[in-house]
């Protein structure tokens, strides 16, 4: 993660009750700021339907949420993103590209956004290969989604919704952008 991103200029570490110690960590890359996760991945992450879970076998993930800087109070990003990224080991969630993930209330102070949109992975910084047999750690982008975009996708699916953001040039690091006109 630092050689995508160079070393982190601030962090912060939460614990919740029966769950590992997650960090977040932000980096600051001209008018961008870049939170991302650490923790997530200690251990993989199991099918909730699984009769045991694997301790070494399984996806491994950490988030990464970038938006343009000075426009908002995002550092406060930091709680929700932990809780995000808690999601796998306090509720069995795999977490996936295409997955939405909220945490019912905005992000940051003011913000438009409750949940994110999770992107594909191998754009802003590569999978992490582990020792085999461990799965490689695949660092996920973290799109933020208005209530109104989070129920259209729930209706048209992650990629229509990705293709009506890109249709109409949408600054998906605007941390105070509205909704994508969704008729």
Do not use: C
């Not at 809780?83 to 306090?90: E, F, H």
């Amino acid at each position: 993660m630092t050689t995508a991103l160079g070393e982190p200029d601030a962090r912060a570490a939460v614990t919740f009750v029966g769950t590992d110690r997650i960090e977040v960590l932000r980096f600051q890359e001209g008018d961008v700021v870049r939170y991302a996760t650490l923790g997530m991945s200690q251990h993989p992450m199991t099918d909730p339907t699984a009769m045991l879970a694997d301790p070494v076998k399984g996806p491994r993930a950490e988030l990464v949420l970038s938006v343009r800087a000075g426009l908002a109070d995002t550092d406060k990003v930091l709680r929700p993103l932990a809780v995000l990224a808690a999601t796998g080991q306090v509720e069995g969630l795999v977490v996936t590209p295409g997955a939405s993930l909220d945490v019912g209330e905005p992000l940051w102070p003011g913000a438009p956004f409750t949940s994110v949109l999770v992107g594909e992975p191998g754009g802003l910084v590569e999978d992490l290969e582990l020792d085999a047999p461990m799965d490689p750690v695949r660092f996920l982008p973290l799109l933020p989604m208005t209530p109104n975009e989070a129920a259209w996708k729930r209706v048209h699916g992650a990629q229509a919704l990705q293709e009506r953001w890109l249709g109409h040039g949408t600054d998906l690091r605007d941390p105070a952008r509205g909704s994508v006109p969704l008729d």
